[in-house]
């Protein structure tokens, strides 16, 4: 795993860097060492801690554990204009530069030359254009930065940050809003930096940009750091295993997904317009269906709109062969589907109501308001999920917000399993949960399985989906590209349909 | 039927503690200023006295602040409920001088009310309108409808009927008193007796979520909004009924600020979520208590304003949640409370897998 | 210019023709409707200039100075003969008003005065809100003729100035007199309803026999104090005299009904002497005061208030 060459001192070393949220572990002990004169990339999918770590980095968040080395000297970032101070300047996709001052001026803000208490404006614009010519730009350092483009904003903003700060640059996905000309001036700036000896943290979620431009890497699940390699040693392939996770690769050889029932649900042809291409696809009885993809490939999508979160424009929904009308979730809950969303914060849990609200609440929506369900019946139904998840909770009153993510997602489960769904969609369920509610969950699942439930499952955890799934739906750029079935689904599998074009 | 048997909810007296303890403050301001605040006797038929007042010149506050609660449980909030009550009060005037009942009118004032209401939650529900921009609509237009149906007098009337609803007594008791404390009621308990009070914080606090667990959030909305119409127009016809005319220019002038005020010392979130009506109407108490205050005083008129600015004040820096924290503390370093018996009988992890 | 000034000359120099009147043209910015006596104003002036044989242009600022100033515009713009105005705000006219005497068109304030130079209107017909009070004062002393009295004093809304110099107006008309005492004055903001509370409030403080007099700023306050003193088992305008300002239907019918003592009128008709003032300098040039006070009226039951109510029950208060 440190398989690093170098025995060079790093200049930047951060150590057990741990940050916790309430509910969550964003870091868990992650290191990151930063050779001098490399590029290093981060990597790891939305939400494994890449941000939370640079913000740590940078003092805009205070860490909870861990020590940042720099230079062989601890040092403390309280706030990113301190970390500045220190050596460490970061860029972000989003430009934040002043648009309505000059280059100059957005170059030298905050310790412009002065001259006898006034800004001395032709030093001013005779160093900026000296300094921007080393990045290879030949402009007029007196137009206002909004006269040139993002790609040239973005290196003037890399100027400032290496201007002022000198021995890390960290490059926020820089290159996200960038054409292939303008990246490949980026990179060129980004070698001759390199050249200077300056040490880069790079982050993007474009794989080829990563092994054109960077030496080694660091690879984020979870908050936790899955790898660090050198990239000249693997492949495109290697290092998506590793964003997607292939841990519980034992649990494989226990598959064992049973026999599927009737036919429940049948999709067919549904889409929307700008949100996903016409699908179909059929669920039956006692059956989990996997939907595996990268972030952005549609699999919140496809469950949002087959749940009539989204109201689609085309295609339509069959239940037990008859069509039926979703659009809108009190359709779908009115015909025994569930779905537990993939932002349980945003989406899920109603944060400041009562643990036993929360698990009644879709319960209570179907029979509608005015035929409360009585206390008691309410307190029994609570306190069997509650025994049945193994909830862990002070008091069914506490609100559900105080609970840990995995206790949420449990509480979320006994909502909808209090509705005795037929059909239950999970986006997500283990994301963000501590271990032992993660095993829970697969475990219910397939208990759930086994009690004949329809399941449509929405998964980034490889191992998850092949360990639980009958059939594996794989999505790519919002399409459905491959069903796998039987001893077809492996993480190979999935991966290589994921990554054949994808990584190309 | 529906006893609660099992697991303690938590305690409404709890809940409306601080609002207690402050209302208890501010009439003993009353008798600091006035000793003989809480004699009440019986004159002229009719109970007499300066707690009757408090009770009787709190009912339009307090009718408006049933509604506000529910609207502000659901993140909303409405302005409109001050000129909702000229409206009523000018529908209900000029229903009585064309001749027509009081029970006519008072049906014509709160139709008129429950409209406005109707078009409020429009605004919000359907045309997804903020709250506060949706009813300042009606806040501003309202006065000038009220205005088209008086012509821009004071409509006098005489329909004894009407006066009573506002002047008049039952069993000696002023009418608005019963009638705030009996709609207060019928609320609390329709909310909290369905499942609506908990549908409503639902939405209040996550309405996305609220949705995708299946719930009308639409018609709910719209509900609370003509809820709020319809104590506003009652507040309304009660005002007009105590002057024994309807004023346009003047009924429920500014009430919208003072019964969010309400809202807001009885302890409700402006964020919507948790609410407890019977806070709120506490809140209105409180209000109107120090209004007495400052009328008992004797003191001049310049000091109105100053002197129930610093008492607000006062309360809600009490309530706010820094202050809140620090009476936990003290508190929390007190004997602990006992630990709720789920923890305690937590069973063994059962054989869902 | 010169045109205007022919016109003008010409319309002078026929201006004992009987025929004259009937031809002449006003313009009224009037405020708005924010009060019944502001609408029965606007009625009395159209009255006034329809028995005048005037052709009176209204219209309606809506409580908004830039609209009264569009108004004269238009005004001038139409070269009308006159102009009445009835000033939202005290500041803020001298470039209107410089246009207007450009125009040679007089301009006559109506029921308030400005901050501009006294060159720029002809007149301002208001009534003087000290002396109302004073009136009130007087009838007072005069009533109670030595006999000792505790009054209660319902304020207008605070701080504004009909509240200051009613209150100071009563206060010297009852000056020198040690047998009448103010024992409460609280605002009742000019409306029914918080004059009932506050007399409500009155009432349980000192104790209702200890009243002797109520004083209240306008006739709103008055009418809703009469309805606590009821409430609270007493006879008004007998237990508790009542004297009050304005004179709108509803106190004259309040004091025919012995419920109510006194009222001073503040006249809605301020066009009347505005329009005499007008009429007066379009035809002989003959100058105005500066300032015409209408009269501050005092009504009794000595009055046939039932006649006046029905008289002025219509007029829109």
């Given at each position: 795993m440190t398989n690093i060459s170098t025995s060079d001192r790093p200049v930047l070393h951060a150590r057990g860097i741990s940050k916790f949220f309430p509910g969550t572990i964003a870091l868990d002990d992650v290191e990151l060492r930063l050779m001098p004169g490399e590029v290093h990339a981060l990597l790891g999918e939305n939400g494994a801690g890449k941000s939370t770590l640079i913000k740590c980095l940078t003092g805009a968040y205070r860490r909870d554990a861990g020590v940042i080395m720099l230079d062989g000297t601890e040092v403390e970032p309280a706030s990113t204009a301190d970390s500045q101070r220190l050596g460490i300047g970061t860029v972000y996709q989003?430009?934040?530069?002043?648009?309505?001052?000059t280059v100059a001026e957005n170059l030298f803000l905050g310790r412009q030359p002065m001259r006898g208490g006034f800004i001395a404006r032709k030093r001013m614009n005779a160093e900026a254009r000296a300094v921007l010519q080393d990045y290879g730009l030949e402009i007029d350092p007196a137009e206002p930065l909004t006269a040139y483009s993002v790609a040239i904003q973005q290196v003037i903003a890399i100027a400032r940050a290496v201007e002022m700060s000198g021995k890390v640059l960290i490059l926020d996905e820089p290159t996200a809003s960038l054409d292939h000309d303008e990246v490949q001036l980026l990179f060129g700036v980004i070698r001759k930096l390199k050249k200077r000896g300056l040490s880069i943290v790079f982050i993007t979620h474009f794989l080829d940009q990563v092994f054109d431009i960077s030496d080694r890497a660091t690879i984020l699940r979870n908050g936790r750091v899955i790898g660090e390699c050198v990239l000249a040693e693997v492949t495109q392939h290697d290092v998506v295993t590793m964003m997607l996770?292939?841990?519980?690769?034992?649990?494989v050889k226990a598959r064992d997904v049973g026999v599927a029932g009737k036919t429940l649900v049948e999709v067919e042809d549904l889409g929307k317009r700008g949100m996903i291409a016409p699908f179909s696809l059929d669920i039956r009885e006692g059956e989990v269906v996997g939907l595996a993809g990268l972030l952005g490939s549609g699999r919140t999508e496809t469950a949002n709109l087959i749940f009539g979160v989204v109201p689609a424009d085309q295609g339509k929904i069959m239940l037990r062969g008859q069509e039926i009308g979703v659009t809108n979730p009190r359709d779908a809950v009115a015909h025994r589907f569930a779905l537990c969303p993939e932002d349980r914060k945003v989406d899920g849990i109603v944060g400041d109501l009562s643990v036993r609200d929360n698990i009644i609440l879709a319960l209570q929506a179907r029979q509608g308001w005015m035929r409360p369900i009585p206390r008691a019946k309410v307190q029994e139904i609570a306190e069997s999920y509650v025994r049945a998840l193994d909830i862990r909770l002070a008091s069914l009153d506490m609100p559900i917000r105080l609970l840990s993510g995995g206790n949420q997602q449990k509480a979320l489960l006994a909502r909808w399993l209090a509705t005795n769904p037929d059909f239950l969609i999970l986006d997500?369920?283990?994301?963000?949960?501590?271990v032992g509610a993660h095993a829970e969950i697969i475990a219910l699942i397939e208990q759930l399985r086994a009690d004949g439930m329809a399941l449509l499952v929405a998964s980034s955890e490889l191992e998850e989906l092949v360990a639980y799934s009958t059939r594996v739906i794989v999505l790519r750029d919002r399409k459905q590209v491959r069903e796998l079935a039987g001893d077809e689904i492996t993480p190979d599998n999935i991966i290589n349909a994921i990554a054949t074009e994808e990584v190309a | 039927m529906t006893q609660p048997t099992v697991g303690p909810r938590p305690s409404v007296f709890k809940r409306i503690m601080p609002q207690l303890v402050i209302l208890a403050v501010a009439l003993a301001l009353n008798v600091a200023v006035f000793p003989e605040f809480f004699h009440i006797d019986f004159r002229n038929g009719r109970l007499f006295g300066n707690l009757i007042d408090v009770l009787n010149r709190g009912a339009p506050v307090a009718l408006l602040c049933i509604g506000m609660t529910l609207v502000i449980a659901t993140k909303g909030i409405d302005l409109s409920v001050g000129a909702v009550m000229a409206i009523a009060g000018a529908v209900a005037a000029a229903t009585v001088v064309d001749g027509h009942s009081w029970g006519t009118a008072l049906l014509a004032a709160l139709l008129a009310g429950g409209l406005c209401g109707l078009w409020n939650g429009f605004l919000v529900?359907?045309?997804?309108?903020q709250p506060i921009v949706a009813t300042l609509v009606l806040m501003v237009a309202g006065r000038g409808i009220a205005q088209l149906v008086t012509e821009g007098k004071i409509l006098t009337f005489d329909n004894a009927g009407l006066i009573n609803l506002g002047a008049g007594t039952i069993a000696g008791a002023p009418t608005p008193i019963l009638i705030w404390l009996a709609l207060g009621a019928l609320v609390t308990f329709g909310v909290r007796r369905t499942a609506l009070g908990m549908l409503i914080e639902a939405i209040g606090i996550n309405e996305r979520s609220s949705r995708l667990a299946g719930i009308n959030s639409r018609v709910l909305l719209v509900c609370v909004y003509l809820v709020s119409g319809l104590c506003a127009a009652l507040a309304g016809v009660i005002v007009a009924a105590d002057i024994k005319g309807a004023d346009a220019n003047n009924a429920g002038l500014w009430l919208e600020l003072d019964a969010i005020l309400a809202v807001v010392i009885g302890g409700n979130s402006l964020l919507g979520g948790r609410f407890s009506i019977v806070a709120s109407l506490l809140g209105a108490l409180i209000i109107q208590s120090i209004n007495s205050v400052i009328l008992l005083s004797g003191l001049p008129p310049e000091f109105n304003l100053v002197i129930k600015a610093l008492l607000i004040l006062g309360i809600l820096v009490i309530q706010s949640p820094r202050i809140g924290n620090y009476i936990y503390m003290l508190r929390a370093s007190g004997p602990q409370p006992q630990p709720d018996p789920l923890v305690r009988q937590r069973p063994e992890k059962e054989a869902a897998q | 210019m010169t045109f205007k000034t022919t016109l003008l000359a010409s319309a002078i120099a026929i201006a004992?023709?009987?025929?004259?009147a009937a031809d002449m043209t006003i313009g009224f910015s009037q405020i708005g409707s924010e009060s019944g006596w502001r609408a029965a104003e606007t009625t009395v002036t159209k009255q006034e200039a329809e028995k005048r044989g005037i052709d009176l242009k209204f219209a309606d600022a809506q409580q908004k100075q830039e609209n009264q100033i569009k108004a004269i515009r238009s005004f001038i713009a139409q070269g009308v003969d006159g102009i009445l105005v009835a000033p939202v705000v005290a500041t803020g006219w001298d470039e209107v008003l410089e246009e207007a005497a450009d125009a040679e068109i007089p301009v006559v304030l109506l029921d308030r005065t400005i901050d501009a130079d006294e060159s720029l209107y002809l007149t301002a017909v208001t009534s003087d809100l000290v002396h109302e009070g004073r009136v009130a004062g007087e009838w007072l002393v005069n009533e109670m003729n030595g006999a000792d009295c505790r009054i209660v004093e319902l304020q207008g809304t605070t701080g504004s100035s009909p509240a200051i110099d009613r209150k100071n107006g009563f206060e010297q008309g009852i000056a020198g007199h040690g047998n009448l005492e103010i024992v409460r004055s609280q605002t009742g903001d000019f409306t029914r309803a918080q004059g009932k509370v506050v007399m409500e409030s009155f009432l349980k403080a000192e104790g209702g026999e200890n009243i002797c007099a109520l004083y209240a700023h306008n006739d709103d306050m008055a009418v809703g104090a009469i309805q606590a003193i009821k409430e609270a088992g007493l006879k008004p305008g007998e237990d508790i005299k009542i004297v009050a300002i304005d004179a709108v239907p509803d106190a004259h019918k309040a004091i025919a009904a012995g419920e109510m003592n006194a009222t001073i009128e503040l006249t809605p008709n301020m066009a009347g002497p505005a329009l005499d003032a007008l009429e007066a300098y379009l035809a002989s040039g003959a100058m105005p005061a500066k300032w015409i006070q209408t009269e501050s009226k005092l009504f009794t039951s000595a009055d046939d208030n039932e006649a006046i109510f029905n008289m002025k029950k219509d007029l829109g208060y």
């Open positions: 989003e430009v934040n530069l002043l648009p309505n001052l996770g292939r841990q519980l690769e034992a649990r997500e369920p283990t994301r963000g949960i501590d | 529900a359907v045309l997804r309108i | 004992p023709v009987a025929a004259f």
